[in-house]
């Protein structure tokens, strides 16, 4: 038997009664691995300090609230993906319509440029070492 399969039946024999076929698994099981016997001992120790506890109520009403609540939020997700996905739709719209414009000024810049380069599309041009250092030349080029 797997290991792991046998862990579930000794965490679940302390919560419910197992079957009977479940319970010769388990011992078969503990005979196999002996950590389990180590691990069942340890789950004992827990389970009697802990506090014996009556099963637990809900006020009346709390599952109707509590699904209220839940159906609210929900239905506030599905409004906020449905504002993402129109702002999704219209980014899309301008994305394109940019990328026209880019291409259409990048056009532009190469047909009225002497030069085919990639500064004269993009509309950078060279500037010469004694136009870096002339400080007048840098305020008045702009």
């Known amino acids: 038997m797997r290991k792991i399969r046998a862990q579930e039946l000794l965490f679940q024999s302390f919560d419910r009664d197992l079957e009977l076929?479940?319970?010769?698994?388990?011992?078969?099981?503990l005979k196999e691995h002996p950590e389990l016997i180590e691990e069942r001992k340890s789950l004992e120790s827990i389970y009697r300090r802990a506090p014996i506890r009556k099963s637990i109520s809900?006020?009346?009403?709390?599952?109707?609230?509590?699904?209220?609540?839940?159906?609210?939020?929900?239905?506030?997700?599905?409004?906020?993906?449905?504002?993402?996905?129109?702002?999704?739709?219209?980014?899309?719209?301008v994305a394109?319509?940019?990328?026209?414009?880019?291409?259409?000024?990048?056009?532009?810049?190469?047909?009225?440029?002497?030069q085919t380069n990639l500064s004269s599309a993009i509309g950078?041009?060279?500037?010469?070492?004694d136009e870096m250092i002339d400080p007048i030349n840098y305020f008045t080029m702009e």
Do not use: C, Y
């Not at 950078?124 to 070492?129: D, F, K, N, T, W």
């Open 96 to 114: 394109v319509i940019a990328s026209a414009m880019v291409v259409l000024i990048l056009a532009f810049n190469v047909s009225t440029s002497t």
């Open 58 to 93: 809900f006020s009346p009403w709390f599952v109707d609230r509590t699904m209220n609540r839940i159906r609210v939020l929900s239905n506030q997700k599905e409004s906020i993906n449905l504002f993402l996905s129109g702002f999704l739709t219209a980014f899309r719209r």
């Open 124 to 129: 950078i041009h060279e500037i010469s070492m």
């Open 21 to 29: 076929r479940e319970k010769r698994l388990l011992e078969a099981a």
